[in-house]
């Protein structure tokens, strides 16, 4: 059974930074492409980054490039979310997700795998 479970959401200022982590099981991890999403309420669930199958190809939505750095461990089964100078508007619920395609995907439905979330707030 493949379970993704995020954790080291919570509070932060504007302008700091936060780091959030997902660690991978049921699933052979170097064979996956990771990405993270997010979903603010009421919006659509929107794509922050992929890292390619061996983290070393990654692509970043346009809202967050240059601020946002994604990695990959294969060897924990970690893929984690570094997220510098963050703004209000950055504030949602980040999920971490896997698909099996080569190449970067940044639709949600090209992702077979999900996990619960875990909230980021950033305050003004």
């Known amino acids: 059974q493949v379970q993704l479970v995020e954790s080291g959401g919570g509070l932060v200022q504007a302008g700091g930074s936060l780091s959030v982590s997902c660690a991978a099981s049921?699933?052979?991890?170097?064979?996956?492409?990771m990405g993270w999403f997010r979903q603010a309420p009421g919006k659509e669930r929107e794509f922050v980054a992929q890292?390619?199958?061996?983290?070393?190809?990654?692509y970043y939505g346009e809202s967050v490039k240059g601020r946002f750095r994604i990695s990959k461990d294969n060897a924990a089964n970690r893929v984690y979310l570094q997220m510098n100078s963050l703004k209000p508007e950055d504030t949602a619920v980040y999920y971490c997700?896997?698909?099996?395609?080569?190449?970067?995907?940044?639709?949600?439905?090209?992702?077979?795998?999900w996990g619960q979330g875990t909230q980021v707030t950033v305050s003004s």
């Open positions: 049921g699933l052979t991890f170097g064979e996956i492409a």
């Open positions: 890292i390619g199958r061996e983290g070393n190809n990654v």
């Open positions: 997700a896997g698909h099996n395609f080569l190449g970067v995907e940044t639709a949600p439905e090209k992702y077979a795998y």
